[in-house]
């Protein structure tokens, strides 16, 4: 099975001469994909071909046909989840999601990747940044704690070991409530798992990472997404959660003191972005994105991305046939927030896309239009990535999902051989309009990379990854799992 390209995101050079060169970069399931401007192509880790095995001397030689191939043995991979790439475009930071580790890969001019460092968190990553100066990779993970590890370590981190903790005998836990001294709901679902636990046993204390990473801060709920911001000499970590909470914090060494809040979400706030002049664009369950002056914790405006999906969906028969008949309950969830990078005098833009929607949305900040832009696409939306192919004119690469039906995150669809990509170009109008041209430029990138057999192979999937259907929405979708079911806190 040929996976989407759950994420992209790309390394760009602009010449005022022209001549503009960028790579893109893809993770496929377990494989990493760079295509240069120049045709350049890479795959991480390389394929293995199977090793046929030699014949003993000392043994007659076997028929052809009865001649063994052994294949490497089977490991279990670990599917890739989130791509960063440092300022200076030289290094790629990535996180695969089952053994929770943050990769780092050397980049060369032609997109050649090199893995410098891999480094396993005990808790899984959902979401990290880099500061200006490339030094620290900031690590959110699901359990509301933010970590700094550096970049590249030096031989002094690498040698950084904990002490051997004393055996401490712990006694087994006892609840001290029981049924009878509980009344809601939710705290006797409390106590049950309370319960629970006690029947396992004292819990096994999990070994702590021989590396550098230090604790910088904390929620009490789930971290979704994390941005670092410099304003003049002070640097900021900005971070989202699933109790609607956005907590601007001082950057290291003092991330311990918050400056305040922005609040305004009523549902959980799964996507940051910072925009080109320094606004934040926050979206998750909610009906709207909201527009911050986060410095000052002001909202600014708010974008309605759920009444612009629903518009869409109206207009077109086959996704009207999956609204609900009440529409009031029709809600989205923001899977991806990202600033336009063209520069000028246009001012701010962002493009949004829902889960499951297939449809990417621009909004205008500060403009009074009052229901964004929608830009089409073959399939679900799940990442976007920009270059400059032409000149001054910046395409948006969008990574669709080819394999489950359009609106939907669990039908699969029966015409599996279409694009992976689909690219829309800045037109001077300030407009998109979708731009064939790329797509064929990264006709490898598309196609052949990390599955589809070459022309005149066996037609078996090759390079491809198996998986089952669960395991591929796994990879795929997430956001609307952060929803708070009714009920659930009675």
Sequence with gaps: MMLP??????????????????????????????????????????????????????????????????????????????????????YLVAVTAEDKCIRVFRVDSEGRLQQLIQRCMTRRPCSIALTSDDSTVLCADKFGDVYALPLLPSPEDDQISTPPSEKIEQKKFVPSASLLT????????????QMKQAEKGPSQSKETPKFKHDLLLGHVSMLTDIAYAAV??????????????????????????????????????????????????????????????????????????RDTVLDYYR?????ALLLPQDTQAFKTAVCGIWTVPYGGSEGDEVLVACEGVPAIVSFKLGSSATIGTVLPLAGNALDVAFIYARGSSCTAVVSIDHLHRPGSTTEIREDEAMSRLQCFAYQQDGQWAEDGSIVEALEWFNR?????????????????????????????YGMEKLRKRPGAED
Excluded: M
């Design 448 to 476: 052949r990379a990390a599955g589809e057999p070459e022309a005149g192979s066996d037609g078996r999937a090759g390079g491809g990854d198996t998986v089952d259907e669960k395991a591929t929405r796994d990879i795929l």
């Design 232 to 305: 003049d000499s002070r640097s900021y970590i900005i971070t989202a959660d699933r109790d609607e909470h956005i907590r601007i914090s001082r950057g290291p060494p003092q991330a311990h003191i918050i400056e305040g809040f922005c609040y305004g979400h009523e549902e959980f706030v799964s996507r940051l972005c910072l925009t080109s002049s320094g606004r934040l664009v926050s979206g998750g369950g909610d009906a709207h994105l909201y527009v911050w002056d986060w410095s000052s914790y002001q909202l600014l405006e708010t974008l309605p991305i």
């Design 182 to 193: 509980v009344h809601s709901g939710r705290n006797r679902k409390v106590l049950e798992e």
């Design 5 to 90: 390209y759950q994420c992209i995101i790309a390394a760009c050079d602009r010449y005022e001469a022209g001549g503009n060169e960028w790579i893109l970069f893809g993770v496929s399931g377990s494989r990493l994909v760079a295509q240069s401007s120049t045709g350049a192509t890479s795959i991480w880790p390389a394929e293995e071909h199977p090793i046929e095995e030699p014949s003993p001397e000392n043994e007659e030689q076997e028929p052809p046909e009865k001649r063994v191939k052994l294949s490497p043995p089977l490991e279990q991979k670990s599917n890739f989840s989130i791509l960063r790439l440092s300022n200076d475009k030289k």
């Design 315 to 319: 207009g077109h028969s086959q996704l």
